[in-house]
């Protein structure tokens, strides 16, 4: 039997908005700007997540965050994946949990452990 993840659909919204975190033209951010950044990803992925479909809400993240241009396949899959009303209703209402994986999957990906660094 196996356990069920209280977070798996979190999980899934994250793995949604990863891929416009990451297209991001990081050239074009300031350091200024740079400090306050997953704040303002947060706030972003709210306003964005008050639309109807999924494939609206990437392209209106992608358009407010400055993605260039969005190459993940998993993004069509989420999209098309039949969780529009659970996702949406997450990326409005419990934004900062799926930026906090958001967080997590970019230490993860960089090879940094954030607990040594606590």
Known sequence: MTEHDPLATHRKAAELVLPVWRAMDWDSVSPRRRMGIYDEFQQKIRSAAHCATLTEFVSRLADKMGAIALSDPRV??????????????????EAAIVVLLVRQAQEIWKGVDSHENL
Do not use: N
């Open 76 to 93: 069509l899959e989420i999209c098309s994946s039949g969780k529009e009303e659970e996702l949406l209703a997450i990326l409005r209402d």
